[in-house]
């Protein structure tokens, strides 16, 4: 089973500022099937980021989506008020895994 | 618009049986795989089932494997999953969702609690 490792835990940022999001894999992740998605409290996730880098239909510029090697990465520049959230990112190159979530929080 | 509308959630003992139901409407249902992701109070994601569009292969998590079944009903547009011999560890918040290279659409979720 690929383990998905996020960091860090909690990222405490202002608006404005950049987020970047750590999502380690513990082996290779075939065709860099990796995706990215923010969840509020009390709502269901959205999609942000589907096969590593591919920003899903609707969302901001403002996030993105890298990879090297086993580490994919998560970057929102200059952060919304409505950005912050929980993160999530999920395999499905073997199987699906999740990591267990990065929540970005107002400083 | 795609909807997903989960329902049968609720308060059952250990050991106990429910059947989750998911309606699907605003897309061709049977030209997708769909899921049942479950999320604990105050935790993360975990995939619980997914199947096949065309329901011939399924797929659970080793935690439910045995105990959990999913299918569907193309006709009638519908995600089932079928819980048996539940444990108060299977309490979650539990999503429908649609699978599209990640779940791009979700359901508003049922809860469901085990406990005696």
């Known amino acids: 089973e690929i383990v998905l490792t996020q960091s860090p835990g909690t990222l405490s940022l202002s608006p404005g500022e950049t987020a970047t999001l750590s999502c380690r894999a513990s082996?290779?992740?075939?065709?860099?099937?990796l995706t990215w998605y923010q969840q509020k409290p009390g709502q269901a996730p959205r999609r942000l980021i589907h096969?590593?880098?591919n920003r899903a239909t609707g969302i901001p510029d403002r996030f993105s989506g890298s990879v090297s090697g086993t580490d994919f990465t998560l970057t929102i520049r200059s952060l919304e008020p409505e950005d912050f959230a929980v993160y999530y990112c999920?395999?499905?190159?073997?199987?699906?895994?999740f990591g267990q979530g990065t929540k970005v929080e107002m400083k | 618009q795609v909807q997903l509308v989960e329902s049968g959630g609720g308060l059952v003992k250990p050991g106990e049986s429910l059947t989750l139901s998911c309606a699907a409407s605003?897309?061709?249902?049977?030209?997708?795989?769909m899921g049942w992701v479950r999320q604990a109070p105050g935790s993360g994601l975990d995939w619980a089932s997914y199947?096949?569009?065309?329901?011939?292969?399924?797929f659970h998590a080793d935690s439910v494997k045995g105990r959990f079944t999913i299918s569907r009903d193309n006709a009638k547009n519908s995600l089932f999953l079928q819980m048996n011999s539940l444990r108060a560890e299977d309490s979650a918040v539990y999503y429908c969702?649609?699978?599209?290279?990640?779940?791009?659409?979700w359901g508003q979720g049922t809860l469901v609690t085990v406990s005696s």
């Open positions: 969702a649609r699978w599209n290279g990640g779940f791009d659409y």
């Open positions: 605003g897309f061709t249902f049977s030209d997708y795989y």
């Open positions: 199947i096949s569009g065309s329901g011939t292969a399924t």
């Open positions: 082996q290779s992740i075939s065709n860099n099937y």
């Open positions: 096969g590593a880098f």
């Open positions: 999920q395999q499905y190159g073997n199987s699906w895994t």
